[in-house]
């Protein structure tokens, strides 16, 4: 071999040398960990670590395609959202509790009433009517004769519709005292319908995880494989006392 190639062969070797040394310092983050990047027309653009578990990618059979579910817990604390109204229902502690389950994309805008019994009066096609053209997600609350509060969180707004919709982001919750939230089992994707008589979440068992007829005025809650829920309410059955409907307002 004549001294050409030695000095190729040394050149390679030590540039081989360099590339070890260079990923032996790398650190990869651990996979428990991410790191999210958000942006959009109405805040500054902002970097968030959060710790989480294994993503749930699941099929939406309601939806037109993959629905991720992320089954994360923060461990910063979550800024509550500004509300645009009073709430006749909850308070700080409810929002502190529901907030830390919603999706990270709702947490950076604030909440506006699109519905409320106290003003709009107890008609579901209202509701219907004060949801038409929206796109974002809707928080719905009510309060019972019994004076338990609870309620779904749904990635739609509440429409008529021949079929059910929304995503794996749906989930029901009580405060019965303690906070609960269900969130989607996976198991179907009944998560929202809804027609003129009556609007139902979750489903595909022997009754709704939660249903209120077209008035507002009674409703039911059952356990469903949607959200493997118990019963929201201290009965089965129960009367609407009051109602409020809240979106994120953009």
């Not at 960990?33 to 099929?59: G, M, N, Q």
């Not at 027609?195 to 939660?210: A, V, W």
Request: proline share 4%; with cysteine.
């Amino acid at each position: 071999m004549n001294t050409g190639s030695f000095f190729r062969a040394d050149m390679w070797i030590c540039r081989a040398q360099r590339l070890k040394e260079k990923a032996e310092t790398m650190k990869l983050l651990p996979d428990n960990i991410k790191v999210l990047y958000f942006a959009s027309d109405y805040v500054e653009p902002y970097v968030e670590i959060i710790t989480v578990k294994d993503p749930k990618r699941r099929l939406s059979l309601c939806s037109s395609g993959y629905s991720e579910e992320p089954d994360y817990q923060e461990e910063v604390e979550v800024a509550l959202p500004v509300l645009s109204d009073d709430s006749q229902l909850f308070e700080d502690h409810h929002l502190e509790k529901l907030t830390a389950h919603m999706p990270v994309r709702t947490q950076v805008h604030p909440w506006q009433l699109v519905y409320s019994t106290a003003i709009h009066g107890s008609s579901l096609k209202t509701l219907y009517r004060n949801m038409a053209g929206l796109e974002s997600p809707v928080l719905l609350v009510i309060k019972d004769t019994h004076k338990k509060v609870f309620g779904a969180f749904s990635s739609d707004p509440f429409k008529v519709s021949k079929y059910c919709y929304g995503t794996g982001e749906t989930f029901l919750f009580s405060f019965n005292p303690d906070f609960q939230a269900y969130k989607w089992s996976g198991e179907n994707s009944y998560f929202v319908g809804g027609n003129l008589e009556s609007l139902q979440i979750g489903g595909g068992g022997g009754g709704f995880g939660l249903w209120l007829d077209s008035d507002l005025y009674h409703g039911s809650s059952f356990s469903c494989p949607t959200f493997n829920n118990e019963s929201l309410s201290t009965k089965e059955d129960f009367i609407v006392q009051d109602l409020e409907v809240w979106t994120v307002q953009r």
